[in-house]
């Protein structure tokens, strides 16, 4: 399987490249050690815990910090683009370097001029290994015996669309003799994979053309006779599943209890545990918000209503929750609880309600929305009942977001997409983010979203209003 041949060299990759820092480390300390005069303050047992620790830094930033790079590494990349990559590694490994050395209290031990002149020559030889290693590796793996034949099944049309992915393959061995193809081909062939016929000549094709593996590159009803001829050839099978295409979303397949299902989401927040999670830290931080946060600002909001617009502090407002159901939001009022006849809604808000929606002030009451379950501190921004189902009238999918409570901030938020959203393409990207934040969630996510909340409440975008 493509796959696991891509799995291999990452793992193959990530060895050797700690190896050659193990490499490194004992050949800088052997140079220090020969040219130093302080040869005997040098301890190599310590220094063997120091190696040890630099190359543990370097596989978990490999295995977690660099979250795919390592495979974005294994295609033609320039320097230039190794560069983040390279520094990432580097800061993870002398990053935990350090955290050692402050935790052990062994910071007296270590040579700053080992240190220091050993971070430039780990960064370099990280750089040579990012850019040359996995090419080499792809090489060696991967020559004319382990090369794979491989024969396509389907509509040329689909081969023309998989062009790219089969030459980024070709590295890993995935050699294209060809495609059968039943439509009118005479017009449509693909350049680089001739039509070699009709897939009534599978059993002919595998046999002249010495194939070891075979695509279904769409699956109808009538591919299922070619499963068999093509086990007895002793080639391999793959399916390229066309469900996505057919249904126009992206799918996800699980098994449970023995049936195979596709959906068309992941849902992260479906878990029990990441649920629980989720609002163990939602009541936790509600709580210090409540407590030490929302009594001395809600003077403040107080004070500035007494001069400005008297009236209620809060305002509440019905809005749509999780699954659509309604809750009455909490907010410190912006706008005069009187307005004339005729006011717009820019022409209600007071000169200091500007200010409390620029940087998000009023919103803090919203965190008695989260202490009561009603939201989230993280999720879709919750909108009127009436404008959501305006906004799921031209926009399929829209109540899908529902799917998990709002939150006080959200990823589109943070990314930009806030205020009134006046047209459908500010929907749509709002939208986009939801659903990003639905089907990736995680506790980092959540963590990440707050900080650049607290960066936009002190310094916020042209899109505060």
Not at 446 to 465: E, K, N, S, V, Y
């Given at each position: 399987?493509?796959?696991?041949?891509?799995?291999?060299?990452?793992?193959?990759?990530?060895?050797?490249?700690?190896?050659?820092?193990?490499?490194?480390?004992?050949?800088?300390?052997?140079?220090?050690?020969?040219?130093?005069?302080?040869?005997?303050?040098?301890?190599?047992?310590?220094?063997?815990?120091?190696?040890l620790?630099?190359?543990?830094?370097?596989?978990?930033?490999?295995?977690?910090?660099?979250?795919?790079?390592?495979?974005?590494?294994?295609?033609?990349?320039?320097?230039?683009?190794?560069?983040?990559?390279?520094?990432?590694?580097?800061?993870?490994?002398?990053?935990?370097?350090?955290?050692?050395?402050?935790?052990?209290?062994?910071?007296?031990?270590?040579?700053?001029?080992?240190?220091?002149?050993?971070?430039?020559?780990?960064y370099?030889?990280?750089?040579?290994?990012?850019?040359?290693?996995?090419?080499?590796?792809?090489?060696?793996?991967?020559?004319?015996?382990?090369?794979?034949?491989?024969?396509?099944?389907?509509?040329?049309?689909?081969?023309?669309?998989?062009?790219?992915?089969?030459?980024?393959?070709?590295?890993?061995?995935?050699?294209?003799?060809?495609?059968?193809?039943?439509?009118?081909?005479?017009?449509?062939?693909?350049?680089?994979c001739?039509?070699?016929?009709?897939?009534?000549?599978?059993?002919?094709?595998?046999?002249?053309?010495?194939?070891?593996?075979?695509?279904?590159?769409?699956?109808?009803?009538?591919?299922?006779?070619?499963?068999?001829?093509?086990?007895?050839?002793?080639?391999?099978?793959?399916?390229?599943?066309?469900?996505?295409?057919?249904?126009g979303?992206?799918?996800?397949?699980?098994?449970?209890?023995?049936?195979?299902?596709?959906?068309?989401?992941?849902?992260?927040?479906?878990?029990?545990?990441?649920?629980?999670?989720?609002?163990?830290?939602?009541?936790?931080?509600?709580?210090?918000?409540?407590?030490?946060?929302?009594?001395?600002?809600?003077?403040?909001?107080?004070?500035?209503?007494?001069f400005?617009?008297?009236?209620?502090?809060?305002?509440?407002?019905?809005?749509a929750?999780?699954?659509?159901?309604?809750?009455?939001?909490?907010?410190?009022?912006?706008?005069?609880?009187?307005?004339?006849s005729?006011?717009?809604?820019?022409?209600?808000?007071?000169?200091?309600?500007?200010?409390?929606?620029?940087?998000?002030?009023?919103?803090?009451?919203?965190?008695?929305?989260?202490?009561?379950?009603?939201?989230?501190?993280?999720?879709?921004?919750?909108?009127?009942?009436?404008?959501?189902?305006?906004?799921?009238?031209?926009?399929?999918?829209?109540?899908?977001?529902?799917?998990?409570?709002?939150?006080?901030?959200?990823?589109?938020?943070?990314?930009?997409?806030?205020?009134?959203?006046?047209?459908?393409?500010?929907v749509?990207?709002?939208?986009e983010?939801?659903?990003?934040?639905?089907?990736?969630?995680?506790?980092?996510l959540?963590?990440?979203?707050?900080?650049?909340?607290?960066?936009?409440?002190?310094?916020?975008?042209?899109?505060?209003?």
């Open positions: 399987m493509i796959s696991q041949r891509i799995r291999g060299v990452e793992a193959l990759f990530i060895a050797l490249q700690a190896a050659a820092v193990i490499l490194l480390f004992w050949a800088w300390f052997a140079i220090l050690a020969h040219l130093s005069a302080t040869y005997h303050d040098l301890d190599s047992a310590r220094y063997c815990g120091y190696g620790t630099l190359t543990a830094g370097l596989l978990a930033g490999n295995l977690l910090g660099r979250s795919g790079s390592v495979r974005e590494a294994l295609y033609e990349r320039s320097v230039i683009e190794h560069l983040p990559i390279v520094f990432r590694q580097t800061l993870w490994s002398v990053g935990c370097l350090l955290l050692f050395l402050f935790i052990t209290k062994d910071t007296g031990h270590i040579s700053r001029v080992f240190l220091v002149s050993f971070i430039p020559a780990l370099v030889v990280l750089l040579w290994t990012d850019f040359a290693l996995p090419g080499l590796l792809v090489w060696i793996a991967f020559r004319e015996m382990r090369q794979e034949n491989t024969l396509l099944v389907g509509s040329c049309h689909r081969v023309a669309r998989l062009a790219p992915w089969l030459q980024r393959k070709a590295r890993f061995g995935l050699r294209t003799v060809g495609v059968l193809c039943d439509e009118n081909h005479v017009h449509c062939s693909p350049p680089q001739p039509v070699l016929g009709l897939s009534s000549a599978l059993a002919r094709v595998i046999a002249s053309h010495r194939v070891s593996q075979v695509v279904l590159i769409e699956f109808r009803a009538e591919c299922a006779s070619l499963v068999e001829p093509i086990q007895q050839s002793g080639a391999r099978l793959l399916i390229l599943s066309d469900l996505a295409e057919r249904l979303h992206s799918i996800v397949l699980f098994e449970d209890d023995g049936f195979h299902f596709f959906s068309l989401h992941q849902e992260p927040l479906e878990n029990p545990f990441n649920r629980i999670l989720k609002r163990f830290f939602d009541i936790l931080f509600s709580l210090l918000v409540i407590v030490f946060l929302l009594p001395p600002l809600a003077a403040v909001v107080w004070l500035i209503h007494r400005q617009s008297p009236g209620p502090l809060f305002f509440r407002q019905v809005r929750g999780i699954q659509n159901r309604e809750f009455v939001i909490w907010k410190f009022r912006s706008m005069h609880s009187a307005p004339a005729g006011d717009s809604e820019a022409f209600r808000i007071f000169p200091a309600g500007r200010l409390l929606r620029r940087y998000s002030l009023d919103e803090f009451p919203q965190f008695i929305n989260v202490l009561r379950g009603e939201m989230s501190i993280v999720g879709p921004r919750p909108h009127l009942v009436e404008h959501n189902t305006q906004f799921a009238q031209v926009m399929s999918g829209f109540h899908i977001r529902a799917f998990v409570k709002p939150g006080i901030t959200g990823l589109a938020q943070v990314r930009g997409f806030r205020g009134e959203a006046r047209t459908v393409d500010a749509s990207h709002r939208l983010s939801d659903m990003r934040y639905l089907e990736s969630w995680s506790p980092l959540d963590l990440g979203i707050m900080l650049r909340t607290a960066w936009q409440i002190f310094f916020p975008p042209d899109a505060a209003r």
